[in-house]
């Protein structure tokens, strides 16, 4: 943890203290209700046209652990952890946006003619567009898989990204659809005493221009 955080308000200090674990405490359980609720935090992540285009499976018990162990190469975490979420962005997104959007007719927040609008603009821009369909899904899973995470820190435990997996394998094993794509797994659990610490960062200089 750096030392500024115990003073800063709570969403900095979590930026500054979370660190990807790749090693977890075994025999740590989630139950249902833990894992819903990690899931409900990550799903309010913000996505394009709040079209929530990604879907969750999380994978606890043994055997589809052992599963997707293998087909992650080998990692161990997703043995050790009490769950790895499989964080899936979809490519169908704009076809359920009429949905997503309804109840805030019903909260007076937007017209019949401003949802038609809205849903009117998501076909356009996505129907006939693959590639913008598999970028936003990349996006939307990629946000949610950080808002899991701080869900994760801000519930007591440690998570950690991984992208060293083999999609296809995923894709297969898991029953995922032809519109579905496995953007990223995260493992959630509790870390071990031997996971590494805080990793540097490049200076902000060389990364930043402003214009
Ligand atoms: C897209 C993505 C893929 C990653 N894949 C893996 C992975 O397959 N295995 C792993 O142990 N860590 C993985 N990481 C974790 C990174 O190694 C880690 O975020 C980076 O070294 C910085 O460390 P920190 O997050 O602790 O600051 C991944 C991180 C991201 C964002």
């Not at 990604?54 to 161990?76: D, H, M, N, T």
């Not at 997996?165 to 953007?183: H, M, N, S």
């Not at 990223?184 to 071990?192: E, F, K, P, S, Y």
């Amino acid at each position: 943890m750096s030392s500024d955080s115990c003073s800063s308000p709570p969403a900095l200090a979590w930026i500054r203290s979370r660190v990807s674990t790749s090693r977890f405490e075994p025999n740590v359980e989630f139950s249902d209700d833990r894992i819903a609720e990690l899931i409900a935090y990550a799903c309010e992540a913000p996505s394009a046209y709040n079209l929530q285009n990604w879907r969750f499976i999380a994978v606890r018990s043994p055997a589809a652990k052992q599963k997707l162990c293998e087909l992650a190469y080998g990692q161990r975490q997703v043995l050790d952890a009490a769950v790895t979420i499989i964080v899936i962005g979809t490519l169908n997104g704009h076809e359920h946006i009429r949905a997503n959007i309804e109840p805030m007719v019903g909260a007076g927040l937007l017209s019949e003619q401003e949802l038609q609008s809205w849903v009117d603009d998501t076909q356009r821009d996505y129907e006939a567009d693959p590639r913008k369909q598999r970028d936003e899904a990349i996006r939307s899973a990629s946000l949610a898989a950080m808002t899991l995470m701080a869900a994760a820190q801000g519930l007591g435990l440690d998570s950690g990204p991984m992208g060293g997996f083999d999609a296809q394998a995923v894709q297969a094993e898991f029953g995922l659809g032809p519109a579905e794509i496995p953007v990223m797994l995260v493992a959630i659990g509790r870390a071990a005493a031997d996971n590494w610490p805080r990793k540097p960062r490049r200076p902000v200089p060389d990364l930043l221009s402003i214009v």
